[in-house]
């Protein structure tokens, strides 16, 4: 037996809980992993509060993330022993996820644990961390530099906003956050943020083309944030959007990508090849220290993601989740 958040959907409604399940009831899955930590992600909010349609299968274990040591395995790529870390490739809405202290899964969608992290080290990066060092990535191979201007990352204070403020930093861009926060004006000024706007003046319905700032743009936000985003890029600019906090409409128009000629590179970071993982992860190694993860991350209990899952889905949570699947 292991703990597990299950949750499950019947006549009863919509429920996530902390329980107890049997190891013949995990999934098919060539690589067997006890997991040692999860996080929690914007994803996984939805998946535990069903404020949005993430679960695909009941019963279902959230979790996108995880990593652990592997316990058993038919894959001639893992035996046991190694350290592995996941993230995405539908787990935790599809196919069980990390937050429970063991895991089934594919032999693919797992990579050997980064060089330089602990497992600890690596969750507190996690998806949101790993799709900041995406989106950079397509910034890099699009040509932008320090000297162009201003980057602007939307929803600073997230996981993943804190981490694209971070690395951003260290490679020497002048990064201006916005954010909805005020209190977190300080934290995000502590990542490298050199200044920080009010995630207002970006919020509601704008012009289709507003006065050219951006160098660039990392966006995890989406709707009017987004389009208000691309019509302030530069032109030749480029805007990497990966999220939908605000809503996953699009309410813009073609104007900044016919008339400044702005890119807008959507970044996936769920099925994304083994190769590129392991080169975000090498990127990470690299710009990631010890202290900017200490800033970003906190660390929980198994038993408190589902409280926490709530502080998360009302914004209230600064940014990365830890969570210790095994207190």
Known sequence: ????????????????????????????GDVRVRVHYSTLNYKDGLAITGKGPVVRSFPMVPGIDFAGEVLESTSPEFKVGDAVLLNGWGVGEGHWGGLAQQARVKADWLIPLPKGFTAKQALAIGTAGYTAMLCVMALQKHGIKPADGEVLVTGAAGGVGSFAIALLSKLGFTVVASSGRPQETEYLRSLGAGEVIDRSSLSEPGKPLARERWA???????????????????????????????????????????????????INSVTVPKAKRIA??????????????????HEIGLGEAIQYADALMQGTVRGRVIVDVNR
Do not use: W
């Not at 019947?10 to 809980?17: L, P, T």
């Not at 999220?243 to 900044?256: H, I, R, S």
């Not at 975000?280 to 991350?297: G, K, M, N, P």
């Open 1 to 28: 037996m292991f703990k597990a958040i299950v949750i499950n959907k019947d006549d009863k409604g919509y429920r996530a809980e902390l329980g107890q399940l049997e190891e013949s009831a995990l999934p098919a």
């Open 280 to 297: 975000a992860y090498e990127q990470l190694s690299a710009l990631v220290d010890t202290r900017t993860l200490d800033a970003i991350s």
């Open 216 to 266: 660039a743009v990392v966006d995890s936000v989406g709707s009017h944030t987004l389009v208000n985003a691309c019509a302030a890029t530069k032109s030749e600019g480029a805007v990497a959007a990966c999220g939908l906090a605000q809503g996953m409409d699009f309410p813009g128009t073609v104007a900044p990508f016919i008339l400044r000629g702005v890119t807008l590179y959507g």
